[in-house]
């Protein structure tokens, strides 16, 4: 289903709504571009990232705070439960709707995030494969190890298993769940009902990873392990936190002294760099974003 690309660009049509989608890697500045651009075109922000999407998950995903707001109008941050999967096609609809929104109220919809397929699926208008839950393969899938549940889908879908987060059992499952009711995950076909303007943003990379540092420090110092430990004393289990990935993977791993904190510092600061390159990676294989490369940037 991740495909690494977006679809080329519709042709325009007076019934596609035209939006802006700024993206770009971690750290690059995309939030206080995109409350820039909104004050300056009425516009109203429509958050794509699929950690942000939930509640409580605040320093470890950089979460915008409502004095960095100024006012600008913010959708799908907190909307759901972290103890509970949120699904792509769960993105699209709930984005659908807010874009609706906002334009039928005659303001801007700027999409602004990280997650490439969020993005893809939505500005392309994926149409996913439908294969309602299966609870009794879920049931047995959940006892098996990340490794083993890789090579099941490895065997069941190479295609598939080559594009998957590897290390996030959710979508491992989910993706077995699919290859095993159709065979295969489907190819995907499209119904696009945006007329986007892509504004892509890159950092040297060199400094990339010096503000990819400076900002984990930052996040350490105004209590982000407190948030992750509060997280899981209020009911977040370790190995959901292992499927959210980076920093509250390694936080947890620290937490339940299997690494030290020298150790946490060290493999989540490189987790997040090899984080931004995948997210390059993607965004750098679509023809339409228009891209700027910022210098000496503050978040």
Not at 52 to 80: A, N
């Amino acid at each position: 289903m991740e495909e690494k690309s977006f679809s080329t660009k519709p042709t325009i049509t007076e019934d596609k709504i035209p939006i802006i989608v700024i993206v770009g890697p971690t750290t690059s500045g995309k939030t206080g571009l995109s409350i820039k651009l909104a004050k300056k075109l009425d516009g109203e922000i429509v958050s794509a990232d699929s950690r942000q999407i939930y509640r409580g998950l605040d320093l470890g995903t950089g979460k915008v705070t409502k004095k960095e707001m100024s006012g600008v109008k913010h959708y799908l941050l907190d909307v759901v439960d972290p103890k509970k999967v949120f699904f792509v096609t769960d993105y699209v609809k709930l984005a659908d709707e807010a874009i609706a929104e906002i334009h039928g109220r005659g303001k801007t919809p700027i999409v602004v995030g990280g997650t490439g397929f969020y993005i893809q699926a939505l500005v392309d208008g994926l149409i996913l494969p439908e294969v309602p839950p299966n609870l009794e393969l879920r049931k047995k899938l959940a006892k098996k190890s990340v490794p083993e549940l890789q090579k099941i889908l490895e065997k069941l879908d190479k295609k598939r298993y080559s594009t998957i987060d590897k290390n996030n059992s959710h979508r491992l499952i989910r993706a077995i769940e699919i290859a095993t009711a159709l065979g295969e995950v489907p190819a995907l076909q499209t119904n696009p009902k945006y007329d986007p303007t892509f504004i892509g943003i890159s950092i040297p990379i060199d400094e990339l990873r010096v503000k990819i540092y400076t900002r984990l420090l930052s996040r350490i110092k105004a209590g982000m392990i407190d948030e992750v430990r509060n997280l899981h004393k209020n009911g977040l289990s370790w190995k959901r936190m292992e499927d959210l990935g980076l920093e509250y993977r390694y936080v947890a791993r620290f937490l339940q002294d299997k690494i030290t904190k020298e150790e946490m510092l060290i493999q989540l600061e490189t987790a997040i760099c090899q984080y931004a390159k995948r997210q390059m990676t993607w965004f750098q294989s679509e023809k339409d974003i228009e891209w700027f490369v910022i210098q000496r940037m503050v978040n």
